[in-house]
């Protein structure tokens, strides 16, 4: 479930829906990352996977999603991730503010080409 947003706008009120989206954004694309291990953790509690495959595969997730979406998303600009956020749909965009959508329209709509031609 996303987290609402504020009603404030204005500069400041601009970086705070920003970083309320991306932290939305950011706690989607984890969970989404997450699902893989958590069935694998299913897998190991039933014996079907050993001990050291199930390590293996969380030092994978470690090295490689994780830290992906880690870097992602603390960086100082948060313009892109949150743009690619609402293009992917891991932000909804009926709860970010017309103002904001406006300001991230150009962004939007590169991600969402990016996304319609991979």
Known sequence: MLPKLRACWGPSGRRNHLRE?????????LRRALLPLAVAFKRWEHGGLDS??????IHRFHQ???REIFLRYNASNLVAPV??????????RTV???ELL???TGMIEFYEKKLATS
């Open 21 to 29: 989206c991306a932290s939305a954004a950011h706690e989607e694309e």
């Open 64 to 66: 490689g999603p994780a």
């Open 83 to 92: 743009a690619s956020g609402i293009a992917a749909g891991t932000v909804n």
């Open 102 to 104: 406006e300001h991230l």
């Open 96 to 98: 970010v503010p017309r």
């Open 52 to 57: 050291g495959e199930l390590s293996d595969l």
